[in-house]
């Protein structure tokens, strides 16, 4: 049988931090993630998606495939592919 162990939670002092340091550790810790961006930085990229929705695609659209459509309309034959038992 093991004896129970004596469990010591150190007492956390407060750091000497000031608004500089604080800001300087979240601007580094902020430029390791690739998916944040500073506040003034994202609106800007906002502005600017939404400018271009608003222009329009920058490229057509993609032709619909109808070519099964147009044979079935046509009674031609469709390959069907299906489960073999």
Same mark, same amino acid.
């Given at each position: 049988m093991k004896a129970p162990l004596t !469990? !010591? &939670?150190? &007492? !956390?002092e407060k750091t000497p931090a000031n608004a500089k340091m604080v800001n300087s550790f979240l601007t580094r810790s902020y430029k390791k993630l690739a998916f944040a961006l500073p506040s003034a930085e994202a609106?800007? !990229?906002i502005a600017e998606r939404e400018r271009q929705l608003i222009a329009g695609p920058a490229r057509p659209p993609a032709p619909i495939d109808t070519t099964k459509r147009v044979a079935l309309v046509a009674n031609e034959p469709v390959a069907?592919?299906?489960r073999i038992k």
């Open positions: !469990v !010591v &939670t150190p &007492t !956390v609106h800007n !990229v069907i592919k299906r």
